[in-house]
Every structure is written in structure tokens, then in C-alpha cells.
């Protein structure tokens, strides 16, 4: 069902990068001097616990909101500097999986899926018809398309929604909490899902959740945020670490420090570089 | 005593920075009207959201209060041996003053309040976020045609509040209390002038469109993304917009004598 990840390598290419970034909201800060990079054409994920500011990261690389300070980098676009109007050029390359699926409610799947179509390209009526229909085949939503999100279960608007992200065919997606609120079975179709379009269609995909297991199978890369600081390295690397902080929000029912003691000391995953305030 | 001083301080900047990203919100729409692609479409399903769905709460009420103008302003123009002039009370009441003001306060209730409750829920449900996501300014697609169908519509259902009031007027000042049919229409038909009282009219529903469109759109637009944030958005919609008409009513009145 889920396919083995593709290994991060060192001669990856960052496709998305966050350079000293530091993020608040009023008093509370977010992210202070953040700095990470992503591979293209990899799973990678953004794990934390809640409040950790997972789904902050994916806003800001999408643009939804700007950071107090630093650089983001998107497939060479440094997005800080550009306008709401520039920001549509880098959106082009970008699919979002909202957390509720954020699909328009007053239109049908169908619509849902031809919007971006209808809004972005000069396809024909056919054309767009022909790449719905292809599209919602590949999430399973064949016999959906007339049926209005708030007809939908829990799993069918992730997967719709899943299904109007990729419809542009996009270089990276965004997918926000993809697990959140779904039965086993669904969250693992969800799974399978994103691995398959990750190597069916070569798109980077980015996955904020705090769902560890699934993550963990797929993901080439993982990015831990973490109360005091954030800790990147493949998945292998994290479950390896020594690092109480990682082991005890890995293997949450464990003693840190019994991990500690018991002498898994070996690869210890980069140190993500932060500000003197981590 | 500093600090009511300083709460009183606070309070003023925060009004005209709201004032400041009204203004802002108000130019983006301004620019999105200019923008294509054009978006009839959207308009026209605003109209009939905003005007088709509030005929039948305007024509009863314009009714009610025609109705209710005809009454009380026969028994008083009886006193004075003028029930003659009940047609100019009822049409001068209904075209300058009631007939606008009315019926931006009803569809404040009603379509206002929707207008907002719509897009702030909107903005929980990130579809506005999942708009900018594909490209789609949403202001664009989604709040100018809301503000636009709503200028449209104000002076149309405020037209029609007026004629039924008119009606409601007649009903009880002719069927009722006996007045001729000839002398009621005679007596509106020459108190009211078309330049100073109908075009007036017009314009005061169409300022109130621009008011109650805009800050409907932008309470909703900019709503906090919680349940609670959209019932204070909502709620505010409502008390703002029709503290607004209220005050402007009393300006444009005292300005151009309308």
C-alpha cells in the first residue's frame, strides 16, 4: 500500500528553505531564526506536537501570511520579498490540502475540481472534463462529482480536496493535517495516496502532522519542531536519536532518560540552526 | 485618571486604524470592479441572493408602514379638516425619509447580516486562504460582487418599499376611512417632485447600499476564524451598519435638503 520513501541525500537540491526565519502572533513567538531545508520530489514532513507552529510553516511557505523575519525560499523564489500579485506566479507551482478540505461549499465536487481549471487555463469545456474526471478516478470520487461538500464524508473532502490540489499538477503540495479526524482505514488510503502522487506525478510533498506512525513510513525527510528548538534528519535518523526531547515525542509512553542511558547515542540527526533564544 | 485617558487614547487609534483598513478594503474593491476577468456571473447570484430573496420581507413591510402612516396620518390631518392631503403625507414620508432608511435597515437584518456570515465563515473554513492558494484574489470573486449586487439592489428594494407604502397608504386612507381615490393620488401626485424627493430618494438608497455593502463585506472578510468571530462580525455588521445609515441620513438630509 505505502510505498518505501525515497532517501534524502546530500546532494539534494533545496526545493524549499527557510533561512533564519522568526514568527510570532502579538506576544507569542512562533519560530525564532528557523532555518530547514526540503528536497523536491521527496516526502517530507513537519512534525510537532500542538501549538508548535507546523501549520504556521506551511502558511508561510504558501504565502498566507509573512514572517516578522528571514527568507523562504520556493523553488528559488525568495516569496518575502514578493507582492500579494507576485505571489500568484508561485502559487502556480503550489497545492494546498487544507486541514477541512476548504473546498467551496455552494459548488458541487465537479466544480470544486474544474475551479482552477476555469480560473487559470484557456482548456475547453472537454479538456477540463477529461481532467476532472481523470483526477477524481485517481483519489476514487468517480461517482461523487455531482454531490456538494457538505454531502461528503470526512474522508471524501480529503480526498477531494486532495484531488483540487493536484489538479494543476503542482511542483510541491502543502497538505495540512491530510490524517486529522479520519478512521484508520481512511487515513491509511490518505496515506497511500500522497505517497502515490509523490512518485506518480514527481511532486514534493510537504506533510504538517502530529500523526507519527504514518508519517514516519512516509517521509524521506522529517523536521521535528519542538518546544525549545527543531531537529531535522530522515525518519531512521530520529528514531535513532539520543536526544531525549525527539525520543520522548517519538515514543511518547517511554522514559527519555531510560532511552538515554540505554546508549543510543549513534546518528545523531543535525541540529537544525536556530537563534540563541532556542 | 491617566488611565481612562489612556483607554480613551487607545480607543480612538484603534478607530482610525479600522477606518485606515476600511479605506484600504474599500480601494480593493474599487480596483478589483476594474480588474477582469469580469464576474457577472457571481453579480447576478448575488442580486438574487440579496434582492430576489428580500422582496417579500420589503413588500410587507412597506405595506405595514404605509399602512400604519395612512392611519395615524389621517386622524391627525382630520383634526386640522386636511384629510385631503393624506396622499402628500403618506408619499413625502414614505419617498424622503422612510422608504430608504427602512429598507437599508431591513436589508441590513437581513442580507447585510448574511453578506457577513457568509464570508467569515469563509475565512474559518480557509476557503478564502484556499482561494489565494489557486490564484484567486478573493476579493475579487468573492467580495466585490457581494458589494456591488448589494448597491444595485438598495435603491431597487427601497423603489419598492415606497410604492407598497404607497399602496398600504391608499388601502387605509381610500378603502377604509373613505377618502376619494381621485383626491388621495392628486394630492401625491402634486407634492412630489421628481428632482428633489424621487432622485433624492434614490440617492440617500444608494449611499446606504455603498455603506451597508461595505461594511458588511469587510466585517466578514475581516473576521476573527472562530464560531464566536463570526457571531461578533455578524452581530457588529448589524449595530455599525445601521447606526451608519441613521447618521448619514441625518447628513445627506441636512447637506442637500433631500
Redesign the interface.
Given at each position: 500500500m505505502t510505498s518505501n520513501p525515497k532517501t534524502a541525500t546530500q546532494t539534494d537540491t533545496a526545493h524549499l528553505a527557510f533561512r533564519d526565519v522568526s514568527m510570532a502572533f502579538g506576544e507569542r513567538q512562533v519560530f525564532d531564526s528557523l532555518s530547514f531545508s526540503f528536497p523536491p520530489g521527496r516526502i517530507s514532513v513537519i512534525l510537532g506536537g500542538s501549538g508548535s507552529g507546523k501549520s504556521t510553516a506551511l502558511?508561510l511557505i504558501?504565502g498566507?501570511i509573512q514572517p516578522l523575519s528571514g527568507h523562504i525560499i520556493v523553488d528559488g523564489d525568495d516569496i518575502t520579498c514578493l507582492s500579494e500579485r507576485q505571489m500568484?506566479?508561485v502559487?502556480?507551482k503550489?497545492?494546498?490540502l487544507?486541514?477541512?478540505g476548504?473546498?467551496?461549499?455552494w459548488m458541487s465536487v465537479y466544480d470544486n475540481l474544474a475551479?482552477?481549471l476555469r480560473?487559470?487555463r484557456q482548456l475547453r469545456a472537454d479538456e477540463i472534463a477529461e481532467r476532472v474526471r481523470a483526477t477524481l478516478s485517481a483519489v476514487g470520487l468517480e461517482d461523487a462529482d455531482d454531490l456538494l461538500p457538505s454531502q461528503l464524508s470526512g474522508g471524501m473532502i480529503k480526498r477531494a480536496a486532495l484531488a483540487r490540489a493536484i489538479i494543476?499538477r503542482p511542483l510541491i503540495l502543502l497538505c495540512d493535517e491530510p490524517f486529522s479526524g479520519l478512521d484508520p482505514v481512511s487515513a491509511r488510503r490518505i496515506e497511500a495516496l500522497l505517497s502515490e502522487i509523490n512518485q506518480r506525478f514527481d511532486i514534493t510533498v510537504v506533510v504538517v502532522s502530529h500523526d507519527i506512525p504514518s508519517t514516519m513510513r512516509m517521509a524521506s525527510k522529517v523536521l521535528l519542531l519542538l518546544p525549545d528548538g527543531a531537529v531535522e534528519g530522515t525518519p531512521a535518523e530520529l528514531h535513532a536519536s539520543s536526544d531525549p526531547r525527539v525520543a520522548s515525542f517519538l515514543n511518547p509512553d517511554l522514559d527519555a532518560a531510560a532511552l538515554h542511558e540505554a546508549g543510543r547515542v549513534e546518528a545523531l540527526p543535525s541540529r537544525v540552526q536556530t537563534g540563541t533564544t532556542w | 485618571m491617566v488611565t481612562p485617558i489612556q483607554d480613551l487614547g487607545a480607543a480612538s487609534l484603534r478607530f482610525v486604524e479600522e477606518l485606515g483598513r476600511l479605506a484600504r478594503f474599500s480601494g480593493n474593491i474599487g480596483s478589483a470592479m476594474l480588474r477582469p476577468p469580469l464576474r457577472f456571473g457571481r453579480f447576478v447570484d448575488e442580486l438574487f441572493k440579496l434582492g430576489v430573496l428580500s422582496l417579500i420581507i420589503i413588500c410587507l413591510c412597506g405595506i405595514a408602514v404605509g399602512a400604519v402612516i395612512g392611519l395615524q396620518g389621517y386622524n391627525t390631518l382630520i383634526r386640522f379638516g386636511a384629510a385631503n392631503s393624506l396622499g402628500a403625507v403618506v408619499g413625502l414620508s414614505l419617498i424622503r425619509e422612510l422608504g430608504p432608511v427602512l429598507t437599508a435597515l431591513l436589508v441590513t437584518g437581513r442580507a447585510g447580516s448574511a453578506t457577513t456570515a457568509e464570508i467569515g465563515t469563509m475565512v474559518v473554513t480557509e476557503q478564502l486562504d484556499g482561494l489565494r492558494m489557486m490564484s484567486v484574489d478573493p476579493v475579487h470573486y468573492v467580495v466585490t460582487p457581494k458589494a456591488l449586487a448589494m448597491i444595485a439592489v438598495m435603491p431597487m428594494l427601497s423603489t419598492l418599499f415606497t410604492l407598497f407604502g404607497i399602496f398600504g397608504g391608499y388601502v387605509i386612507g381610500v378603502r377604509i376611512m373613505g377618502l376619494d381615490a381621485g383626491t388621495y393620488m392628486t394630492s401625491l401626485e402634486d407634492a412630489v417632485d421628481f428632482e428633489n424627493d424621487v432622485a433624492g430618494s434614490l440617492l440617500k438608497a444608494l449611499v446606504f447600499g455603498i455603506l451597508v455593502g461595505l461594511i458588511a463585506t469587510y466585517r466578514g472578510y475581516t473576521t476573527a476564524p472562530t464560531s464566536a468571530g463570526v457571531a461578533a462580525a455578524t452581530t457588529s455588521t448589524v449595530v455599525i451598519a445601521s447606526v451608519c445609515i441613521l447618521v448619514f441620513d441625518y447628513f445627506i438630509t441636512a447637506l442637500w435638503g433631500v
Amino acid at each position: 500500500m505505502t510505498s518505501n520513501p525515497k532517501t534524502a541525500t546530500q546532494t539534494d537540491t533545496a526545493h524549499l528553505a527557510f533561512r533564519d526565519v522568526s514568527m510570532a502572533f502579538g506576544e507569542r513567538q512562533v519560530f525564532d531564526s528557523l532555518s530547514f531545508s526540503f528536497p523536491p520530489g521527496r516526502i517530507s514532513v513537519i512534525l510537532g506536537g500542538s501549538g508548535s507552529g507546523k501549520s504556521t510553516a506551511l502558511r508561510l511557505i504558501g504565502g498566507l501570511i509573512q514572517p516578522l523575519s528571514g527568507h523562504i525560499i520556493v523553488d528559488g523564489d525568495d516569496i518575502t520579498c514578493l507582492s500579494e500579485r507576485q505571489m500568484y506566479r508561485v502559487r502556480a507551482k503550489l497545492g494546498m490540502l487544507f486541514q477541512g478540505g476548504a473546498l467551496l461549499d455552494w459548488m458541487s465536487v465537479y466544480d470544486n475540481l474544474a475551479f482552477p481549471l476555469r480560473e487559470r487555463r484557456q482548456l475547453r469545456a472537454d479538456e477540463i472534463a477529461e481532467r476532472v474526471r481523470a483526477t477524481l478516478s485517481a483519489v476514487g470520487l468517480e461517482d461523487a462529482d455531482d454531490l456538494l461538500p457538505s454531502q461528503l464524508s470526512g474522508g471524501m473532502i480529503k480526498r477531494a480536496a486532495l484531488a483540487r490540489a493536484i489538479i494543476m499538477r503542482p511542483l510541491i503540495l502543502l497538505c495540512d493535517e491530510p490524517f486529522s479526524g479520519l478512521d484508520p482505514v481512511s487515513a491509511r488510503r490518505i496515506e497511500a495516496l500522497l505517497s502515490e502522487i509523490n512518485q506518480r506525478f514527481d511532486i514534493t510533498v510537504v506533510v504538517v502532522s502530529h500523526d507519527i506512525p504514518s508519517t514516519m513510513r512516509m517521509a524521506s525527510k522529517v523536521l521535528l519542531l519542538l518546544p525549545d528548538g527543531a531537529v531535522e534528519g530522515t525518519p531512521a535518523e530520529l528514531h535513532a536519536s539520543s536526544d531525549p526531547r525527539v525520543a520522548s515525542f517519538l515514543n511518547p509512553d517511554l522514559d527519555a532518560a531510560a532511552l538515554h542511558e540505554a546508549g543510543r547515542v549513534e546518528a545523531l540527526p543535525s541540529r537544525v540552526q536556530t537563534g540563541t533564544t532556542w | 485618571m491617566v488611565t481612562p485617558i489612556q483607554d480613551l487614547g487607545a480607543a480612538s487609534l484603534r478607530f482610525v486604524e479600522e477606518l485606515g483598513r476600511l479605506a484600504r478594503f474599500s480601494g480593493n474593491i474599487g480596483s478589483a470592479m476594474l480588474r477582469p476577468p469580469l464576474r457577472f456571473g457571481r453579480f447576478v447570484d448575488e442580486l438574487f441572493k440579496l434582492g430576489v430573496l428580500s422582496l417579500i420581507i420589503i413588500c410587507l413591510c412597506g405595506i405595514a408602514v404605509g399602512a400604519v402612516i395612512g392611519l395615524q396620518g389621517y386622524n391627525t390631518l382630520i383634526r386640522f379638516g386636511a384629510a385631503n392631503s393624506l396622499g402628500a403625507v403618506v408619499g413625502l414620508s414614505l419617498i424622503r425619509e422612510l422608504g430608504p432608511v427602512l429598507t437599508a435597515l431591513l436589508v441590513t437584518g437581513r442580507a447585510g447580516s448574511a453578506t457577513t456570515a457568509e464570508i467569515g465563515t469563509m475565512v474559518v473554513t480557509e476557503q478564502l486562504d484556499g482561494l489565494r492558494m489557486m490564484s484567486v484574489d478573493p476579493v475579487h470573486y468573492v467580495v466585490t460582487p457581494k458589494a456591488l449586487a448589494m448597491i444595485a439592489v438598495m435603491p431597487m428594494l427601497s423603489t419598492l418599499f415606497t410604492l407598497f407604502g404607497i399602496f398600504g397608504g391608499y388601502v387605509i386612507g381610500v378603502r377604509i376611512m373613505g377618502l376619494d381615490a381621485g383626491t388621495y393620488m392628486t394630492s401625491l401626485e402634486d407634492a412630489v417632485d421628481f428632482e428633489n424627493d424621487v432622485a433624492g430618494s434614490l440617492l440617500k438608497a444608494l449611499v446606504f447600499g455603498i455603506l451597508v455593502g461595505l461594511i458588511a463585506t469587510y466585517r466578514g472578510y475581516t473576521t476573527a476564524p472562530t464560531s464566536a468571530g463570526v457571531a461578533a462580525a455578524t452581530t457588529s455588521t448589524v449595530v455599525i451598519a445601521s447606526v451608519c445609515i441613521l447618521v448619514f441620513d441625518y447628513f445627506i438630509t441636512a447637506l442637500w435638503g433631500v
